[in-house]
C-alpha cells in the first residue's frame, strides 16, 4: 500500500529539503513512523517526548483531518495522501514598528526595520 506523506516547507530542511516520501503503510501513524525512521531529525518537530503527535500538527488523509477519523489509527490504502499541516503562528509584539502595512493590532510580522 504505497502512500505519498507531502512534508511542507518549514519541514523540508529536516527531510533532506524532499517535499515528499512515498511507504507502504497501512495507517497514518505506521507512515509517520516510516517517514520519522528515514528522516529522525523530524521526530521532534512532529511529536512529543511521549511519542504522541504535537497539538499544533494537523495531519490529513485525502483532505480529511485525521483528529475526526482515527486519528494516527486512519487506515491508508494504495494511492492516499498523507499531509502535514503545522499550524502557523508568529510575529512579535512591539510598541513601535517601523512599517505599517507589516503590522496588525500591534503585532509586527517580521517587515518591521
Keep these: 500500500m504505497a502512500v505519498k506523506v507531502m512534508i511542507p ?3 523540508r530542511p529536516y527531510a533532506g529539503k524532499r517535499a515528499s516520501a512515498e511507504f507502504n503503510a497501512r495507517t497514518v501513524g ?6 520519522t525512521t528515514e ?13 504522541k503527535l504535537r497539538s499544533f500538527v494537523n495531519v490529513y488523509v485525502n483532505d480529511e483531518d485525521i483528529r ?5 489509527n486512519t487506515p491508508t490504502k494504495d494511492g ?4 502535514i499541516i503545522p499550524s502557523i503562528a508568529g510575529g512579535i ?11 496588525a493590532g500591534g503585532i509586527c510580522f517580521g517587515l518591521c526595520a
Aim: hydrophobic fraction near 35%.
Design 30 to 35: 505506521e507512515a509517520l513512523g516510516y517517514l
Design 39 to 51: 528522516f529522525a531529525d523530524l521526530r521532534r518537530h512532529l511529536f512529543t517526548e511521549e511519542g
Design 9 to 11: 516547507s518549514p519541514l
Design 93 to 103: 509584539r512591539t510598541a513601535a514598528c517601523h512599517s505599517e502595512p507589516a503590522t
Design 80 to 83: 492516499d495522501t498523507i499531509s
Design 68 to 72: 475526526y477519523l482515527a486519528k494516527e
